[in-house]
């Protein structure tokens, strides 16, 4: 009987500190040896010339999420975390939706009904919560987080969403009584109401407009005021999806006066930009987020601070909707006014090859940082114990990487729900060619090769600060 079950030989290990050349023995679905010529397993996979990475963790995804009358979400959990899977990533975690007057409990038995043997990869789920009544704040939350459901997000935008100053200090209140984390989307909603109205009335309704709803001042702002209330309450919260600089230099200034602020930025604010929405007709639909892409300088803001350790989380916001259909971006009432855009890009796929090729790539972060930004933060950001690097007795959750083969992104290639991507044509230099899962392989030599429903659910522990 051999010693292992299988052996990654010859590769080149990166993890968030060091890289080296080492084989990996993996026993029983876990890391269970790191040396030199270790032979003595079932199975020898040959990584000559490849890296050996932890798999990619994406702690910010949206998966079947309610849209909106009449508008559907374009990936289920099986299309999603297959899609995250040929991306390199062997954990997402997707939020879970509370409506108005639902309990939190309930919502969670919806969402792990629709994940339950559908995955791909593991999961975990944050908590959306859009009512914070006594009872929530006062019974359910603390039931729910002392169960493992340590993450939460919370909206200073969107109709239905959006909580006033007072609700979002009960609910960080609450964080600091359990030790949840609070993750909040900083975008003033007064004032993006203002703005569209305002727009509309001029007639700019094309899809363009959306960025004009939504400028910077309207992000720094509220990133500001978030920034305040986390202060009051004496709580860690994580600032998501940072799209300029403005908003990066609050978030810096507070870390810089001792607050436990952790910043967050997406493939989106480094590659793209307000311009994308120009298309003819409709096309600039495709790139409708929030927030959404700023301009060249903000992209370089962005990498600032990613190199800088201001960001300490690349996640990919992915919340993909197709486009050539009514339920998606074509929605009719779309035509009317870029108000009623669904409102997301499909990214889960192209986060790590994006940030590999024109980050470590090009030089401006090391393939370290990469594993860090990518896995290894988010496993200790979000209390995810035993994942996100190369290490004995972690999971055997593993990407190898052909750090030089080069691909040009194409919906064509792509496993999402959705009909395109936004970053059609980008040209990348690095891209996973086998991703791994407790051990087995879930992609291999480009094909797909793991069971659906191979993904677990995975309770979290106590969120805890990034080292």
Not at 11 to 16: I, L, M, N, P, Q
């Amino acid at each position: 009987m051999a010693a292992f079950d299988t052996v990654i030989r010859n590769g080149t290990v990166a993890t968030a500190s060091d890289t080296f050349k080492a084989d990996v023995a993996i026993r029983q679905g876990r890391i269970a040896a790191i040396g030199e010529a270790i032979t003595d397993a079932d199975e020898i996979v040959d990584a000559s010339g490849l890296l050996v990475l932890p798999g990619g963790i994406d702690s910010h995804v949206h998966i079947s999420q309610p849209s909106g009358p009449g508008i559907v979400m374009a990936d289920d959990f099986e299309s999603a975390t297959r899609a995250a899977a040929f991306g390199g990533n062997t954990f997402v975690m997707p939020y879970c939706l509370q409506e108005k007057g639902q309990p939190l409990r309930a919502a969670l038995k919806d969402y792990h009904a629709l994940a339950e043997q559908a995955c791909y990869v593991d999961h975990s789920f944050h908590l959306i919560i859009a009512d914070p009544s006594d009872s929530v704040l006062g019974q359910e939350l603390p039931a729910l987080v002392a169960d493992g459901y340590s993450s939460l997000k919370i909206f200073m935008t969107y109709q239905d969403l959006a909580l006033s100053d007072y609700e979002i200090l009960g609910v960080l209140q609450v964080a600091r009584e359990t030790g949840a984390l609070v993750q909040i989307h900083a975008e003033n909603y007064d004032a993006i109401r203002f703005l569209t109205d305002r727009l509309e009335r001029a007639g700019k309704i094309a899809p363009y407009y959306h960025g004009k709803s939504r400028p910077i001042a309207v992000e720094r702002e509220a990133t500001h005021r978030a920034i305040s209330l986390a202060e009051l309450i004496d709580v860690p919260i994580v600032i998501v999806h940072v799209s300029n600089r403005e908003a990066m230099e609050e978030i810096r200034r507070a870390q810089t006066r001792g607050l436990k602020i952790h910043g967050e930025t997406c493939p989106q604010y480094l590659v793209l930009t307000e311009e994308d929405m120009q298309g003819l007709n409709m096309e600039g639909a495709k790139y409708v987020c929030s927030p959404p892409p700023r301009d060249k300088a903000s992209q370089g803001a962005c990498w600032e601070g990613l190199e800088q350790g201001v960001f300490s989380l690349f996640s990919s916001d992915h919340c993909p909707f197709r486009y050539d259909d009514e339920a998606g971006k074509l929605t009719p009432k779309g035509r009317t006014s870029f108000r009623w855009v669904p409102n997301g890009i499909p990214g889960v796929e192209t986060r790590l090859p994006i940030l590999f090729s024109e980050g470590v790539g090009k030089g401006r972060i090391s393939l370290n940082q990469f594993v860090a930004f990518t896995a290894t933060n988010h496993a200790k950001t979000y209390g995810l114990k035993g994942k996100g690097s190369i290490a004995i007795g972690y999971d055997a959750d593993i990407a190898l990487w052909d750090p030089n083969k080069t691909a040009k992104i194409s919906q064509s290639g792509l496993h999402h729900g959705s009909d395109y991507t936004p970053y059609e044509g980008i040209e990348i230099t690095g891209w996973p060619v086998a991703t791994m899962l407790r051990g087995k392989f879930v992609v291999r030599d480009g094909q797909l090769v793991g069971a659906k429903g191979s993904g677990r659910y995975v309770t979290r522990g106590k969120p805890g600060a990034v080292a």
